[in-house]
């Protein structure tokens, strides 16, 4: 049996003094539309009914994408 990993115990900003990367608010919810269209794209690509999907199979699709 494999030994147990420890948790990991380190607070949020436990990083901020070793990176120099800041994203601001802005650029995070760029980025995210981004994705989220690529996401839509992908779906309507392989389920080409997709718009037509009750809204509860839509989400669950989403989801799993």
Do not use: W
Request: glycine letters at 4%; charged letters at 20%.
């Amino acid at each position: 049996m494999a030994a147990a990993v420890a948790p990991n115990i380190h607070k949020a900003g436990f990083c901020e003094s070793h990176t120099t990367l800041v994203m601001s608010d802005a650029e995070i919810g760029r980025l995210l539309d981004v994705k989220l269209q690529e996401f839509y794209l992908d779906l309507i690509s392989i389920f080409p009914g997709f718009d037509a999907y009750t809204e509860k199979a839509r989400t669950t699709l989403s989801d799993m994408i």
